[in-house]
């Protein structure tokens, strides 16, 4: 008002309050009563108020949804263990794995004997004992055939075709491994024949 009357010295008062209220730039703002009071701002929560707020949000993101997810994975986790060891003793029990076993190896013995008679190799030489049956066949290398209780398995080192695991295979009453397929009486007239030159028949 003080500055309008030095500019408007001859206004009268109402004049100088119309003029006031339709510009109100022509106040001073220092002596304005809205310009010394201080804009509001607006309110802002303390930085650990914020950062609290925030941490609980995520952990309720992060919170499951279903109590299942856990009781699947927990599954998923057993089953990528892999498949139990076959069990031989329940596959064929240890009398009868024996009685197979020692008719299979007696006769590998005696028909062995039989075709010893029949070839001329250096160095030949048949021997059973603490259940391992050994052919020696001199420069040519040696078969070496024992049983396996604990696996109900026939062994066999050859050597044409190495190590080989047999097992007693029902429907074909033969022992087979597995892996190739092979039967132990025809991988052994295959290979003999092959080294010695002369058929044998184990069958």
């Not at 339709?22 to 509001?40: D, K, T, Y």
């Not at 033969?174 to 080294?195: G, H, I, M, P, S």
Request: hydrophobic content about 30%; overall charge neutral.
């Amino acid at each position: 008002m003080a500055s309008l009357r030095r500019y408007l010295p001859s206004a009268s008062t109402r004049t100088r309050r119309l003029l006031l209220l339709s510009n109100p730039h022509l106040c001073n703002r220092s002596s304005s009563p809205l310009a010394s009071s201080p804009s509001p701002q607006p309110s802002t929560p303390p930085v650990g108020f914020r950062f609290s707020s925030s941490l609980s949000q995520i952990t309720r993101n992060l919170r499951p949804t279903n109590s299942r997810v856990f009781s699947s994975r927990s599954l998923d986790l057993d089953d990528a263990q892999g498949p139990a060891a076959i069990d031989y003793r329940s596959v064929l029990q240890e009398d009868e794995f024996h009685r197979l076993a020692d008719e299979t190896i007696q006769d590998l013995q005696e028909k062995f004997e039989e075709y010893g008679d029949c070839i001329q190799i250096d160095g030949l030489d048949i021997d059973y004992g603490n259940q391992v049956l050994t052919l020696k066949l001199g420069s040519l290398g040696t078969y070496v055939l024992n049983k396996q209780t604990p696996n109900r398995q026939i062994w066999l080192s050859s050597p044409v075709s190495g190590p080989s695991r047999f097992d007693w295979d029902r429907t074909s009453q033969a022992w087979v491994y597995r892996r190739t397929k092979a039967k132990l009486l025809q991988l052994l007239e295959n290979e003999l024949e092959q080294l010695c030159g002369k058929p044998i028949n184990l069958s």
